[in-house]
């Protein structure tokens, strides 16, 4: 989508749609004012008469209004005043997209940075619209022959704004909304690819493709020699099974001086899991093309921070391997040695993503990190606490959980912090090894976490577990929600201010 800013009189302008929000009880904006006077009172006069109530996601579409060069006028409802808020706003500007996107116009023209009175600057929304309105947008078709060669309708979006002066700050809320889009859409894509397609080699290849058209990003690839080498017989025990090897793909991004330590991500890439020699059932087995959206959220991530220019050193670690079954697979009780020197013990291959990730987090030692988080589809428990809507994080600083806590609060992609208690480490602990990978049905998504703080020790840490955020597994919205890229962008852009 092209996006630009318009200034002017916003009844002078030519375009096939103007949009305009207008709150409950009629309150106009001074875009709609304008736009009133222009008509002669007819908006005012529609309210006057209850044709336009201004209720929440009211959708009302004018057409042809005298005084006014838009062929189209669409009005969308904000609600109470009182109410609206920064959910409220994106709400509408969902709402907006999606109405848009089935109109037969190529350009409109957007009105809705002026009447967001919510706790957000200019920045905040410009960058929020343009991150709404491409997730609106977006749509995985790219496998389907038909669509292959349709181009949306709708091309360019102007946004509309008052005043001259906020020309500078709504120029840079929305590059930097359009550098996080591009990351949440690689994000969404790596993710929505079926295993056949998107298997470690693949990922391999897409960063080193990045490598290519950034300049400050590189890229390094283990492959399984050298992972088997280094020790890590966590990761090697989730590989060995499948016929596709694993990689273990380092991205690098300097975005400032060489020197300053980096934050590490490491995204979990189990680019198919079929639960190894402990087999998941078959009904919900082909969700598990999504078990690598860690990965791809991580992925995202530092793609947009190029984009972005951001200043700061970041490092990001894919850990990306297939779990199957096999004659060479890892067994139920079988004993492995991590790369840190402790021993576990197999109890169930389903839990595998947790072995792939501890050989990561004692891997990121060498970069001598500021912070280090995880990002992981890690547990269904953590689906059964949170549902869809947060995403659950642990941390073993509390600095570092405030950090992302706000930052997840700011751009409305939150976590909720959950317990790290001691008392929960006795349920891991093994009778042949220093630690066992599950333990048992109680707290499983905390105990997944301090099964991984075991191996995050000498650095401040948190882990995310987004099994709950990261896809959609059924219905009309099916594929991949590109969280907690949005999220991560946020927290790094924090950084640097």
């Known amino acids: 989508m092209k996006y630009s800013i318009k200034i002017g009189r916003p009844d002078k302008i030519k375009t096939p749609c103007i949009v305009i929000g207008l709150f409950e009880g009629g309150s106009l904006s001074t875009t709609a004012t304008t736009l009133d006077k222009a008509s002669n009172g007819y908006i005012r006069k529609l309210v006057k008469r209850g044709d336009i109530k201004g209720s929440k996601n009211e959708l009302v579409l004018l057409r042809d209004i005298e005084g006014i060069s838009a062929t189209r006028l669409l009005i969308i409802g904000l609600g109470k005043k009182t109410q609206f808020k920064a959910p409220e706003f994106v709400s509408a500007t969902k709402t907006v997209i999606q109405n848009l996107r089935s109109m ?9 940075l002026e009447p967001a009175k919510i706790k957000k600057d200019l920045a905040w929304k410009s960058q929020k619209l343009v991150e709404t309105f491409e997730d609106g947008l977006y749509q995985f078709q790219n496998l389907k022959e038909k669509t292959k ?39 969404k894509d790596l993710g929505n690819l079926p295993g056949n397609l998107c298997n470690p080699e693949y990922l391999a290849d897409q960063a080193k493709e990045l490598a290519r058209k950034y300049r400050k990003v ?5 492959d399984e020699k050298e992972i088997e080498s280094r020790g890590m017989g966590a990761f090697m025990s989730v590989t060995k099974g499948s016929d596709a090897p694993g990689k273990l793909i380092t991205i690098s991004y300097k975005g400032s001086k060489p020197k300053e330590a980096p934050h590490v991500i490491i995204g979990k890439g189990i680019t198919f899991d079929s639960g190894g020699i402990s087999l998941k059932p078959g009904a919900g087995m082909h969700e598990m093309i999504w078990d690598m959206c860690g990965a791809a959220a991580a992925f995202g991530t530092i793609l947009a921070a190029a984009e972005q220019k951001l200043s700061i050193n970041l490092i990001v670690i894919l850990a990306a391997a297939e779990n199957m079954p096999s004659g060479s697979a890892s067994r139920p009780g079988d004993i492995v040695k991590s790369m840190s020197g402790q021993t576990i013990e197999i109890l169930n291959t389903d ?15 060498e970069f001598e990190p500021e912070t280090v988080i995880d ?5 269904g428990a953590c689906i059964i606490a949170l549902g869809s809507h947060a995403t659950a994080m642990y941390s073993n600083d509390e600095g570092l959980a405030r950090s992302i806590t706000k930052a997840g609060e700011d751009c409305l992609d939150r976590v909720w912090q959950m317990p790290l208690w001691g008392e929960y ?27 991984l703080s ?44």
């Open 454 to 497: 075991r191996f995050a020790e000498k650095y401040k840490w948190a882990h995310l577990d987004i099994a709950g955020t990261a896809f959609n597994g059924s219905g009309l919205k099916k594929g991949s929600t590109g969280r907690p890229v949005s999220l991560l962008f946020e927290y790094l852009s924090s950084l640097e201010k």
């Open 351 to 365: 839990a595998e993503g947790r072995l792939v990730l501890c050989d990561s987090l004692t891997y990121a030692e």
């Open 149 to 187: 060669s349709k181009k949306p309708q709708l091309q360019a979006i102007d946004i509309f704004i008052n005043d001259e002066k906020d020309l500078s700050v709504t120029s840079k809320g929305m590059q930097s909304g359009q550098a996080l889009s591009l990351g949440i859409k690689k994000a």
């Open 375 to 379: 990002v992981a589809t890690l547990t």
């Open 104 to 112: 037969d116009i190529k350009s409109a023209l957007v009105c809705l």
């Open 218 to 222: 590189t890229t390094n690839v283990m």
């Open 425 to 451: 480490q006795s349920q891991i602990n093994s009778g042949f090894a220093d630690v066992a990978n599950v333990g048992g049905r109680e707290a499983g998504s905390i105990t997944a976490a301090c099964f």
